[in-house]
C-alpha cells in the first residue's frame, strides 16, 4: 500500500480564499483522523470519522472549516473563507482500530494564508 | 483536562550514547500512550503503543515504558546513532477518544 496520501503537499493562497484539503486513507482502514500542527499549539485533533460518518469534530476551530467522507477511500478538509491564522501543516491519518490500533499518517499539506 | 509534557524540549548527544526522552499526562485514565518521530517537513511515524494495561514495549534499539499511576512514559534509545536525528513526540489515546500530544523533544545525534 502507497499509505496514507494527501494532496496537494504545499497550498498558498489569499486570505478570503476557499482551501480544500485532500486525503485518501490507507485502503481497508476504518478510521480516518484530520490534525493540525503549528509552532504554537503543536499538534491538535480537529474530526476523525468510523466508517465515513464523522464521529467527534469537536476540535473544529471553528464553522468556517468543514471535513467531509463521501466514501471509504476520500476526504476533504475545507476551509471557507481562510485566514492567516489558519496557516499550519495540516495532516490527515488512518487506522485499522481507534484505541488498538496505531495511526499511520500522511505527508501533510503546509498551508499558507496570506 | 489533559496535558501532555516533553522534557527535554531540545538534546544533542554524541553518536553512541544510550539516552532517555521523558513524557508525562496529567490525567491517567487513558486507552494508550504512543510514540513517534517526525522527520523535517514530514508527517509522523508510528515507533511504539503501549496499552493502558501494559507497561513497556521494545522495538529494535527503541524500549518505551508506561507507569500509568504517576503519569509517565519514557523511550529509550540504545546506542544511538546519527539517523535517529528527529522530532519525538508522544501522544496520549484519552477515554473520550481524544488524542493529545505532547510539544515535543528534538534529538541531535551528532557523528
Known amino acids: 500500500d502507497a499509505g496514507v496520501i494527501q494532496s496537494p503537499r504545499h497550498e498558498v493562497t489569499e486570505m478570503g480564499q476557499e482551501v480544500t484539503l485532500r486525503c485518501k486513507p490507507i485502503?481497508?482502514?476504518?478510521?480516518l483522523f484530520w490534525y493540525r500542527q503549528t509552532m504554537m499549539r503543536g499538534l491538535e485533533l480537529l474530526i476523525y470519522?468510523?466508517?465515513?460518518?464523522?464521529?467527534?469534530d469537536s476540535g473544529m476551530p471553528e464553522d468556517r472549516f468543514s471535513a467531509k467522507m463521501p466514501n471509504a477511500s476520500f476526504s476533504t478538509l475545507k476551509i471557507q473563507p481562510s485566514e492567516p491564522r489558519d496557516s499550519a501543516v495540516y495532516f490527515c491519518?488512518?487506522?485499522?482500530?481507534?484505541?488498538?490500533?496505531?495511526?499511520?499518517f500522511g505527508p501533510g499539506t503546509r498551508l499558507t494564508v496570506l | 483536562k489533559q496535558e501532555v509534557t516533553q522534557i527535554p524540549a531540545a538534546l544533542s548527544v554524541p553518536e553512541g550514547e544510550n539516552l532517555v526522552l521523558n513524557c508525562s499526562f496529567t490525567?491517567?485514565?487513558?486507552?494508550?500512550l504512543q510514540w513517534f518521530r517526525q522527520d523535517p517537513g514530514k508527517g509522523l511515524t508510528s515507533l511504539l503503543l503501549?496499552?493502558?494495561?501494559?507497561r513497556e514495549q521494545t522495538s529494535g534499539r527503541l524500549n518505551a515504558s508506561l507507569d500509568k499511576s504517576s503519569g509517565r512514559s519514557t523511550l529509550y534509545i540504545a546506542a544511538s546513532q546519527p539517523g535517529d536525528s528527529a522530532t519525538y513526540l508522544c501522544?496520549?489515546?484519552?477515554?473520550?477518544?481524544?488524542?493529545?500530544f505532547g510539544a515535543g523533544t528534538r534529538l541531535t545525534v551528532k557523528p
Open positions: 491519518a488512518s487506522s485499522l482500530f481507534l484505541t488498538t490500533d496505531t495511526q499511520y
Open positions: 485502503s481497508g482502514h476504518d478510521y
Open positions: 470519522f468510523n466508517n465515513n460518518v464523522p464521529i467527534d
Open positions: 490525567d491517567s485514565a487513558i486507552y494508550n
Open positions: 503501549i496499552q493502558s494495561s501494559q
Open positions: 501522544a496520549v489515546r484519552l477515554r473520550n477518544n481524544d488524542m493529545r
